[in-house]
T-cell receptor, first 115, second 112 residues
Framework: GAVVSQHPSRVICKSGTSVKIECRSL??????MFWYRQFPKKSLMLMAT?????????EQGVEKDKFLINHASLTLSTLTVTSAHPEDSSFYIC???????????FGSGTRLTVV | AQSVSQHNHHVILSEAASLELGCNYS??????LFWYVQYPGQHLQLLLK??????LVKGIKGFEAEFIKSKFSFNLRKPSVQWSDTAEYFC??????????FGAGTRLTVKP
């Protein structure tokens, strides 16, 4: 199956700054990656679908100007939380869909804390 | 509305008890079904998946799930749980080749 690397695993930033989270598909080319957010004691909520070479598709209610997604290559998608606020503190997880099998592999997640 | 429902929010069992976690979905068309587990402090891991064929799917660590199309269900079972099964369990659905949607999750606590 796919191997997905997500970095950093933890980040603490000051309110008003921006944070970039990377998601890499290590062993195959991923045209599509997914970004999820997990609130404490809650399920994963799909934020956006990242498409290589084109604009990401955002879910309703997700601010595209706040959560910038760039999928510039077949192995890398980045999520940038811009002008972060404490309410953006959460666990962010990326996912890659294995080609042709519908199987999904998840990154290890990034714990963002905005202080 | 299309959704994935997990009715049990928190399940507490003693070791060796049998487990069944419910999952129902409301998507039509072709569905691929998954159960993921998240152990404390770890990332999501795939327990098992159903694409087609035998509706009784066996996964890792002794888990199994049964797809009942008429009931739109994909319940997770394990005959005898262990303390190490304490984790959060998520049911997920990929419908009509679209993205993955998750249930709210069920927290399982197994008492030693």
């Amino acid at each position: 199956g796919a191997v997905v690397s997500q970095h950093p695993s933890r980040v603490i930033c000051k309110s008003g700054t921006s944070v970039k989270i990377e998601c890499r598909s290590l062993d195959f080319q991923a045209t599509t990656m997914f970004w999820y957010r997990q609130f404490p004691k809650k399920s994963l909520m799909l934020m956006a679908t990242s498409n290589e070479g084109s604009k990401a598709t955002y879910e309703q209610g997700v601010e595209k100007d706040k959560f910038l997604i760039n999928h510039a290559s077949l192995t890398l998608s980045t999520l940038t939380v811009t002008s972060a606020h404490p309410e953006d503190s959460s666990f962010y997880i990326c996912s890659v869909r294995d080609r042709g099998t519908y199987g999904y592999t998840f990154g290890s997640g990034t714990r963002l804390t905005v202080v | 509305a299309q959704s994935v429902s997990q009715h049990n929010h928190h399940v507490i069992l003693s070791e060796a008890a049998s487990l069944e976690l419910g999952c129902n979905y409301s998507y039509g068309g072709t569905v691929n079904l998954f159960w993921y587990v998240q152990y404390p402090g770890q990332h999501l891991q795939l327990l098992l998946k159903y694409f087609s064929g035998d509706p009784l799917v066996k996964g890792i660590k002794g888990f199994e799930a049964e797809f009942i199309k008429s009931k739109f269900s994909f319940n997770l079972r394990k005959p005898s749980v262990q303390w190490s099964d304490t984790a959060e369990y998520f049911c997920a659905v990929n419908a009509n080749n679209n993205d993955m949607r998750f249930g709210a999750g069920t927290r399982l606590t197994v008492k030693p």
